[in-house]
C-alpha cells in the first residue's frame, strides 16, 4: 500500500514568490493534516481535514497561506507571497479518522527554502 | 493547553545498549493518547508505540516499551538492544480525547545517535 505522498520534495524560491505544495494521503483515509516543521522543532499543526472540510485552521496564517482539499483526497497547501520566515519542512500526513486512537500517517515532507 | 516538553536534545547510546528518552506533558484531560514518533533523517516521521492514558499496563513493541506515570505525566520511551537503524529524532506527542478539538501536540525531539 502506498504511504502518504508529497511534492516537490525540495523548492528553493525567493521571497514574495509563491509556492505551492501537493499531498496525496492514504487512500481511504478521511482526515488530512498539514504541520509545518522549523529546523530542531517538532511538527505544529497548521490546518486538519475531514473530507473536504476544514475543521480546524485556527493555527494557518490566512493573511498568506491558503489550503484546499477538492473532492476530500488530494490537498494543496499555497503561500503567497512567501517570506524568509517560511523556510521549514510542510509535512502532510492522514488517518482513517478523527477519533485520537488513530494512527496518523506521515509524508516525507516539503522542505522550503526562501532566499 | 496542553505542552510536551523532551529536555534531552540529544542523546547517545552503544549499539545492543539500552537507552531511555524522557518525555513529560501537561494536560487537565483525563482520558487522552500519547504517543512517540520517529524521523530518521530521510525524514519521514513513522509511529514508534502508543499509550492509552485510561490503559495502567505499559505498552510493549519488540525492542521499544514505555514508562507511563499519569499521576506525574511522564511517558519515556525505553529502547532495548540499540541498532544502527535506531539513529533518529524522537518526537514524544500528547493527543487529546478526539472529536474536532482534537489534534498531536509535540515535544521538540531527541536527537538519538547509535554508535557501532
Known amino acids: 500500500e502506498a504511504g502518504v505522498v508529497q511534492s516537490p520534495r525540495y523548492k528553493i524560491i525567493e521571497k514574495k514568490q509563491p509556492v505551492a505544495f501537493w499531498c496525496n494521503p492514504i487512500?481511504?483515509?478521511?482526515?488530512l493534516y498539514w504541520y509545518l516543521q522549523n529546523l530542531g522543532q517538532g511538527p505544529e499543526l497548521l490546518i486538519r481535514?475531514?473530507?473536504?472540510?476544514?475543521?480546524?485552521d485556527s493555527q494557518l496564517p490566512k493573511d498568506r497561506f491558503s489550503a484546499e482539499r477538492l473532492k476530500g483526497v488530494d490537498s494543496t497547501l499555497k503561500i503567497q507571497p512567501a517570506e524568509l520566515g517560511d523556510s521549514a519542512v510542510y509535512l502532510c500526513?492522514?488517518?482513517?479518522?478523527?477519533?485520537?486512537?488513530?494512527?496518523?500517517?506521515f509524508g516525507p515532507g516539503t522542505r522550503l527554502l526562501v532566499l | 493547553a496542553q505542552t510536551v516538553t523532551q529536555s534531552q536534545p540529544e542523546m547517545s547510546v552503544q549499539e545492543a545498549e539500552t537507552v531511555t528518552l524522557s518525555c513529560t506533558y501537561d494536560t487537565s484531560e483525563n482520558n487522552y493518547y500519547l504517543f512517540w514518533y520517529k524521523q530518521p533523517p530521510s525524514r519521514q516521521m513513522i509511529l514508534v508505540i502508543r499509550q492509552e492514558a485510561y490503559k495502567q499496563q505499559n505498552a510493549t513493541e519488540n525492542r521499544f516499551s514505555v514508562n507511563f506515570q499519569k499521576a506525574a505525566k511522564s511517558f519515556s520511551l525505553k529502547i532495548s538492544d540499540s541498532q544502527l537503524g535506531d539513529t533518529a529524532m524522537y518526537f514524544c506527542a500528547f493527543g487529546g480525547s478526539g472529536g474536532s478539538n482534537y489534534k498531536l501536540t509535540f515535544g521538540k525531539g531527541t536527537l538519538l545517535t547509535v554508535n557501532p
Open positions: 500526513a492522514s488517518s482513517l479518522g478523527l477519533a485520537a486512537q488513530e494512527t496518523q500517517y
Open positions: 487512500s481511504g483515509h478521511n482526515t
Open positions: 481535514y475531514e473530507n473536504e472540510e476544514a475543521v480546524d
